[in-house]
């Protein structure tokens, strides 16, 4: 099994940068499949950026030209670069992984406690 811890959620005015970090223990993320969801207040959970186990990428629509998912399988560690970000992006941030694919879908099996964005 692994575990998933973020970090780098933060106060940042419209327009700016965060990355989100999503550090991995208990196993190897090489083979996992990983994404990023996010839910906010008014919504449900929300699939935001999908990273294959060969490193092909799928993005909601709504992030797809801002945000970049990536990871260092050395440093076992998953990210979560946002720029430009918007008002509407405010939300909790969680790391997910399976070794089966969801693509966007929720059914992982492992999740991190989330990490708060909000754009102010």
């Known amino acids: 099994d692994v575990q998933l811890v973020e970090s780098g959620g933060g106060l940042v005015q419209p327009g700016g940068s965060l990355r989100l970090s999503c550090t991995a223990s208990g196993d190897s993320i090489s083979a996992y499949q990983m994404a990023w969801f996010r839910r906010r207040l008014e919504n449900g959970r929300e699939g935001v950026a999908y990273l294959d186990s060969d490193g092909g990428t799928d993005y909601t629509y709504s992030v797809a030209g801002r945000f970049t998912i990536s990871k260092d399988n050395a440093k076992n560690t998953l990210y979560l670069q946002m720029n430009n970000l918007r008002v509407e992006d405010t939300a909790v941030y969680h790391c997910?992984?399976?070794?089966?694919?969801?693509?966007?879908?929720?059914?992982?099996?492992?999740w991190g406690q989330g990490t708060q964005v909000t754009v102010s």
């Open positions: 997910a992984a399976d070794r089966l694919r969801f693509n966007l879908g929720s059914g992982y099996r492992f």
